[in-house]
């Protein structure tokens, strides 16, 4: 009983959510899932799809088709799987919004890069060499804007913390993490595209 008061059973990873899902076909699994990935998916469909409704709406309707993908593919590293069949699902409402001749918003330019590749690339490699651009990325911006930029997306920190912990006005906190994000993205874009 002692023990028992210290010893927190550890939850379920994705891969075991995944496998206990393929076996038992209980949908609590993927709600587990769902808990856990949806502000990633979100904010993916919102980097392609630009339209809050519509990121909300494509984030609920990649989640449905969790349930008959889970059963079709092995899932190695379910998180970045899930990114790419994000991306896939975002590029492919794009596309049929210009069939349909609707005003659809530009492909980022990155697309075509990364769908190219993705046709020769695992998904881990794939992941890998995202991983490898943002931090190399990192390394080329200016040191104000990467620390920001670090605080903020890797440790979490709020604008109000960033500022205390720099010694910034929050307005320029704000503004090197925007100024920072879009010179990451613009080494990221031409990175792929030297690939």
Excluded at 17 to 41: C, N, P, S, W
Aim: charged share 30%; proline share 3%.
């Amino acid at each position: 009983m002692f023990l028992k008061l210290f010893t927190k059973e550890r939850p379920p990873d994705d891969a075991e959510l995944v496998q206990q899902y393929r076996r038992t076909g209980d949908m609590a699994y993927i709600g587990k899932l769902f808990e856990r990935h949806t502000d990633m998916v979100y904010l993916v469909c919102m980097k392609y799809l630009q339209e809050e409704e519509e990121s909300k709406d494509a984030t609920m309707h990649i989640f449905e088709q969790l349930v008959e993908a889970l059963k079709k593919h092995e899932v190695g590293n379910f998180k970045s799987w899930l990114h790419v069949l994000s991306k896939n699902h975002c590029l492919q409402l794009l596309r049929a919004q210009k069939a349909r001749g609707k005003t659809a918003l530009p492909i980022p330019a990155e697309s075509s890069t990364e769908m190219v590749t993705s046709l020769y690339l695992s998904e881990d490699q794939q992941h890998d060499l995202e991983i490898q651009a943002l931090e190399q990325g990192l390394t080329e911006l200016p040191p104000e804007q990467r620390t920001c930029l670090e605080l903020f997306y890797l440790q979490h920190r709020s604008y109000k913390e960033i500022a205390v912990m720099t010694g910034c006005e929050l307005s320029r906190v704000k503004s090197h993490i925007q100024n920072g994000r879009r010179n990451l993205k613009i080494y990221v874009e031409k990175h792929h595209a030297q690939r």
